[in-house]
């Protein structure tokens, strides 16, 4: 029982010298609020003028904090073809509203509307994809209304 104690002792936050424990607080604070922090925003994408672009799924990343579609695009001005990065929600996100891994498929013809990025880079944030069977898939996780209570 005595060990016990001791440990507690040892453990235990207010047998620290104040100082120490305010570093210690303050440093647990900022390595948990950090990767809220460091998480973007949606400020890089051109969100006032839509873009919609027309290719074949290379690739479909499902994974947290977001997921990618890569489209090859045929750009017919310079009869070249560009590779394009669709973002989207998280996968968790994404499957609330009924997509899976298995939602897009290589070699998928696809029509995806969203924000390019205001770089120029050919890099999207998704607002919707039309499927080739003409099916329209929103990117875009609806936000719950606020319940007031008067």
């Known amino acids: 029982m005595k060990m016990t ?18 570093y210690m607080t303050s440093t647990i604070v900022m ?43 045929t750009n017919h001005d310079k009869n070249t073809i560009e590779e394009w990065a669709i973002e989207s929600e998280s996968s968790l996100l994404l499957h609330k509203i009924g997509w899976t891994k298995d939602t897009v498929k290589l070699g998928d013809t696809l029509t995806v509307i969203g924000a390019r990025a205001k770089n120029g880079a050919r890099i999207m944030r998704c607002d919707t994809i039309r499927l080739k ?17 008067e």
């Open 31 to 73: 390595l948990t609020t950090l990767p809220t922090i460091a998480h973007h925003s949606v400020l890089p994408f051109d969100n006032t003028h839509g873009t919609e672009v027309h290719g074949v799924a290379t690739r479909f990343v499902w994974q947290n904090p977001h997921t990618h579609i890569y489209l090859d695009v």
């Open 133 to 149: 069977n003409g099916q329209s898939l929103s990117c875009v996780v609806p936000i719950a209304p606020v319940s007031r209570n």
């Open 5 to 22: 104690k001791d440990l507690w002792k040892l453990c235990c936050l207010n047998c620290l010298p104040k100082k120490l424990r305010f």
